[in-house]
């Protein structure tokens, strides 16, 4: 059964904090890992992985990928209260399998 | 960036109406749009994958004469609950990747539709 998990559920830190959101993925046909954040309704894509090892940045966020070990983390560095949302997981092919989110509280 | 819009944002229907919902690409052609679903504090559960001129193709345990997709063209896609019934309510959401790009490169969202069935 395909499925993506991912660690912790929720997470709740002050400004400043430096978090890594952890994804796991186990799905029959894989051809990228992609991390939304998902604020009040529509996600807003952030990275897509589809070799290991190559860190992708984008400001204070950053996210790799370990396709022998099925696992991606994201890293959000010197947090603020405007990264407090769903960060969602998602892993497959033509279809993609989501994650439940960990939602990430940060605390001024 | 790409822009999907879809409408309405939030339904409240009678049990055993029927209610549609449309996700627009406004400044870019897709091929493919998905529908899922959510639940409150649950993962985005994909429904069906709607594929402009041809028939959706749905997930398992997703009944297609209830969920009817239509993918008329390539910027507009609907979703028709028919027959709506308490359970149906939920948070649903659709996603669309510009033409040309591979399925699952940059899926931009519609801002979803909380449905309401009473």
């Known amino acids: 059964e395909d499925k993506v998990v991912q660690s912790p559920l929720s997470l709740v830190v002050h400004e400043g904090d430096t978090v890594t959101l952890n994804c796991s993925y186990e799905v029959t046909n894989f051809r990228s890992l992609l991390w939304y954040k998902q604020e009040k309704k529509a996600p807003t894509f952030l990275f897509m992985l589809?070799?290991?090892?190559i860190e992708k940045k984008s400001g204070r966020l950053s996210s790799i990928l370990d396709k022998k070990e099925l696992f991606s983390i994201l890293n959000i560095t010197a947090t603020q209260t405007g990264d407090s949302a769903v960060y969602l997981c998602a892993a497959g092919a033509n279809n993609l399998f989501f994650g439940t989110g960990t939602r990430l509280t940060v605390i001024p | 960036g790409a822009v999907v819009s879809q409408h309405p944002s939030w339904v409240i229907c009678k049990s055993g109406t029927s209610v549609k919902i449309e996700c627009r690409s406004l400044?870019?052609?897709?091929?493919?749009m998905f529908w899922y679903r959510q639940f409150p504090k649950q993962s985005l559960m994909l429904m069906a994958t709607s594929n402009e001129g041809s028939k959706a193709t749905y997930e398992q345990g997703v009944e297609k004469d209830k969920f009817l997709i239509n993918h008329a063209s390539l910027t507009l896609s609907t979703l028709t609950v028919t027959s709506a019934h308490p359970e149906d309510s939920s948070f649903y959401i659709c996603s669309a990747s510009p033409r040309g790009r591979g399925v699952n490169e940059k899926l931009f969202f519609g801002s979803g539709t909380q449905l309401s069935v009473l």
């Open positions: 400044d870019f052609q897709a091929t493919t």
């Open positions: 589809t070799s290991s090892g």
